[in-house]
T-cell receptor
Framework: DAKTTQPTSMDCAEGRAANLPCNHSTISGNEYVYWYRQIHSQGPQYIIH???NNETNEMASLIITEDRKSSTLILPHATLRDTAVYYCIRYSGAGSYQLTFGKGTKLSVIP | GAVVSQHPSRVICKSGTSVKIECRSL??????MFWYRQFPKKSLMLMATSNEGSKATYEQGVEKDKFLINHASLTLSTLTVTSAHPEDSSFYIC??????????????FGPGTRLTVL
């Protein structure tokens, strides 16, 4: 059970911002939100993670709501190479450090 | 970021044979590595957690005698699919973690191995 909810698919025009939502309404106080993506037939790639504050790195921005029940991954200028399945994952770091992948969102960037 | 390699990238074998897949962390030491399996159009499913120098921990429903995992060093874990059958055909992916980083959930994934059993 991934315990996060994401839309099955989304389209985004090339050059525009892609905003990928994730619902994690039952998240615990010690759980981080991690985002990974998987381009077809490749291993997943780490994108970003956060706990409470918004985060930004060279790949994306992560906006977490104040109540932490949902978050949005933002790719500021989507390119065709950003077409992938994006996974939002809750992670507490306790025990065995496992990641549980849900079904993710298939993002298609359209020329 | 850290790099994880897998070898081979593709393998085709006959039913009943065994196949070994290697997972290496190239520029960092990984005390913990994970093995996942992914069927077409499905998400990744964790098969086992591999800790250096100890026995792997298998997820429910994964046969430990069929999927042998060895984590003999801090940079190498191997998965051996024994007596492979066509239903074992899948995309096998390993990852390595550095749990002491902030958050601890950043895993570095290999490129995957496509196994086809005829």
């Amino acid at each position: 059970d991934a315990k996060t909810t994401q839309p099955t698919s989304m389209d985004c025009a090339e050059g525009r911002a892609a905003n990928l939502p994730c619902n994690h309404s039952t998240i615990s106080g010690n759980e981080y939100v991690y985002w990974y993506r998987q381009i077809h037939s490749q291993g997943p790639q780490y994108i970003i993670h956060g706990l409470k504050n918004n985060e930004t790195n060279e790949m994306a921005s992560l906006i977490i709501t104040e109540d932490r029940k949902s978050s949005t991954l933002i790719l500021p200028h989507a390119t065709l190479r950003d077409t992938a399945v994006y996974y939002c994952i809750r992670y507490s770091g306790a025990g065995s450090y496992q990641l549980t992948f849900g079904k993710g969102t298939k993002l298609s960037v359209i020329p | 970021g850290a790099v994880v390699s897998q070898h081979p990238s593709r393998v085709i074998c006959k039913s009943g044979t065994s196949v070994k897949i290697e997972c290496r962390s190239l520029d960092f030491q990984a005390t913990t590595m994970f093995w996942y399996r992914q069927f077409p159009k499905k998400s990744l499913m964790l098969m086992a957690t591999s800790n250096e120098g100890s026995k792997a921990t298998y997820e429910q429903g994964v046969e430990k005698d069929k999927f042998l995992i060895n984590h003999a060093s801090l940079t190498l874990s191997t998965l051996t699919v024994t007596s492979a059958h066509p239903e074992d055909s899948s995309f096998y992916i390993c990852s390595a973690s550095q749990p002491f980083l902030a958050g601890g959930g950043e895993q570095f994934f290999g490129p995957g191995t496509r196994l086809t059993v005829l």
